[in-house]
């Protein structure tokens, strides 16, 4: 299998890490269709509410087609297409690019790292404020490993300042889910969580992705030199 071909796989297994389909590979919502774009081909999925003659039309529409953009970044043709079947100009399109995570990663940046598989850096994390940004009770699922783990945070000056998460997690793969103190960015903190992150997780598919204007994220993603895999196009009435 060429790495072209590979890609539109992986990009399949993320759709699947990110967005939970149903037994029948349908989205739960709110987007009604999501397209993923690699280099070598797409793959898609729909939302469970579309009907199913609708919904094996949008399929096949993006099955018989191929990427012919400049870049990943531009819209394909058929998304034109799968928007007017689906409500034409009050469906909004919104999109991002998509990273593979291959450990070891490299932050270039010497800082401490609290993990969540050191007891003594949970017991420590337990005792520091929730950041602002964070309810409270997802907050307490992250902290108790009920939801989020596993994670690394930075903390400065008895605050905890950078974070990166399983965001979604399955047998498959994980999707990190990264936040920053907006007074401690471009420090490289989100770059050393992201590494530490992955590093908890062999075995399995890691990603990383960004919404087209998180040009921090982005930046994240080049200094960790993740590799690009393609770019996920959402469809949403």
Known sequence: MTDEARDVDLLQIELGVIWRLDERG?????????????????????????????????LSLVTASTPTPPNLGTPPDVLAACRALLGGEKVKVSG????LVTPPLRAGLAVEVLRSDSAEHLHLVRSLPRPGSWEPDEWAELTSGRAGAPWAMVAEDGQVVSICHSARLTRLGAEAGTWTSPACRGRGYAAATTSAWADQLPGIHLFYSASADNHSS????????????????????
């Open 26 to 58: 349908r989205l739960p919502g709110p987007e009604d269709m999501v397209i993923g774009v690699a280099a070598g081909g797409m793959t898609a999925a729909v939302a469970s509410g579309v009907p199913d003659e609708l919904a094996e039309r949008l």
């Open 96 to 99: 991002g690019p998509s990273y």
């Open 218 to 237: 982005q930046r994240v993603a080049q200094r960790l030199r993740l590799r690009p895999l393609g770019w996920f196009w959402h469809l949403t009435t």
